[in-house]
C-alpha cells in the first residue's frame, strides 16, 4: 500500500478530506509488525514530573553516544521535552504494569530514583540519562535526540512489544556484546 509522505501534515494531499479509516488502520497493522522493546521516558518540567512509555527508542550515533524518541505533539510531554534533559528507562519483562501506568492507565506509584541529569525509575533493565542535543520535526511527533551523559543495565528479561501486545525477550537471547 502507498502512503505519500509530506514533512507537514497540512501539506498532505489528503489534508482537510476525511480520513482513509481503512488506510490508517492498515498502515498501524503493519507497523505493528516491527516488534520493539518499551521504554519510558521521564524528565521534569516547568511545573511537574513528566513520564511518557514509548516504544520508538532509538540508538542513534557511537561517537558522540545519541539517542532518540519520537514524542507524539499530542501529548502532555511534548512541549515540555523541548530543551530538557530526560531519561530513557528501559523495561524488564515484570513491568508491564508500569507501561501501562505511563500510557495514563491507572496504577501504583512508581519508585523515582534521582538521577544527574533527569529522574529515572527504579529497577528498570537499563536506563539512559541524556542532555538535549537536538529536536526535529517528524510530521505529527517531533524526534526529540539526546546525548548519553550516564546509562547502566542489569540482568534480567525484557519487556517487548509486537502486534499490539506485551510479550517477554528472555535474557538468554540479550548479552551477545560479551561475544564481540
Ligand atoms: C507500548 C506503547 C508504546 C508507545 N509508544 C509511543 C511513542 O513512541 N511515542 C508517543 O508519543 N507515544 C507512545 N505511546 C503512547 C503514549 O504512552 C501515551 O499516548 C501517552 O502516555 C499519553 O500521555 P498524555 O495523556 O499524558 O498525553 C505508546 C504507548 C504504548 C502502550
Known sequence: MMISKSRNPA??????????????????????RFATGVAIVTFDGATKRHGITVNSFTSVSMEPPLVLVSIARSSK???????????VNILGAEQRQLAMLFAGRPGPDPVWVEGRMAPRLSGVLAYFECRPWAAYDGGDHTLYVGEVADFDYRSGDALAFANGSFTTLPESQLGMEDLL
Open 11 to 32: 501539506e498532505h494531499p489528503a489534508a482537510g478530506r476525511t480520513p482513509d479509516a481503512r488506510s490508517h488502520h492498515h498502515f498501524r497493522g503493519s507497523l505493528g
Open 77 to 87: 510531554a511534548h512541549d515540555e521535552l523541548a530543551g530538557r534533559p530526560f531519561t
